[in-house]
T-cell receptor, first 114, second 109 residues
């Protein structure tokens, strides 16, 4: 069955370190998204991609970067981790198109920045 | 600014009673409206969506939602709540990539 996976599921890092969170989908979806979930804020969009070599900034993109070199993967990099980036991170994908906006979510990565 | 609002942080309902989780939106154009559910330590799961057509849409697990253009609302409903419905529910306008802040539904036996 097609799925979307995230790794690691849990990560503890120190302030200032570079961290990369992996996201891999086997749906063959064009669109991929990264969100962070924080209490009181719901889901907020970090970056998104509508295809290979396409990346776009979301609402809370500062301090994060992504690259899309193939259809299946959209890794999220925290360039220099900060305590404010402690959060739960969700990756999602969708097929795209007018009636295909349903997003499929990964299980999440819980990141703690000390 | 475009937004999605879920005015209630938590909704409590007794098992067997009807439930409503509220959502209002403020976006330009014709929105694609979605409801997702999140169980503890899991990612979000699709429940139902409104793209166009019949204002009443039916989804998974007996849930339904009514699109009301004049009130810019898309409330989630279920005629008879189950304890297993207890979870976090998100309203979203996914073509605008906007999610609400979530409503925790607690169903008591």
């Amino acid at each position: 069955d097609a799925e979307i996976t995230q790794s690691p599921r849990h990560k503890i890092t120190e302030t200032g370190r570079q961290v990369t969170l992996a996201c891999h989908q086997t749906w063959n979806h064009n669109n991929m998204f990264w969100y962070r979930q924080d209490l009181g804020h719901g889901l907020r969009l970090i970056h998104y991609s509508y295809g290979v070599q396409d990346t776009n900034k979301g609402e809370v993109s500062d301090g994060y970067s992504v690259s899309r070199s193939n259809t299946e993967d959209l890794p999220l990099t925290l360039e220099s981790a900060a305590s404010s980036q402690t959060s739960v991170y969700f990756c999602a994908s969708s097929e795209g198109g007018a009636d295909q906006e349903t997003q499929y979510f990964g299980p999440g990565t819980r990141l703690l920045v000390l | 600014a475009q937004s999605v609002a879920q005015p209630e942080d938590q909704v409590n309902v007794a098992e067997g009673n009807p439930l409503t989780v509220k959502c209002t939106y403020s976006v330009s154009g014709n929105p694609y409206l979605f409801w997702y559910v999140q169980y503890p330590n899991r990612g979000l799961q699709f429940l139902l969506k409104y793209i166009t057509g019949d204002n009443l849409v039916k989804g998974s697990y007996g849930f339904e939602a009514e699109f009301n253009k004049s009130q810019t609302s898309f409330h989630l409903k279920k005629p008879s709540a189950l304890v297993s419905d207890s979870a976090l529910y998100f309203c979203a306008v996914t073509d605008k990539l906007i999610f609400g802040t979530g409503t925790r539904l607690q169903v008591f036996p």
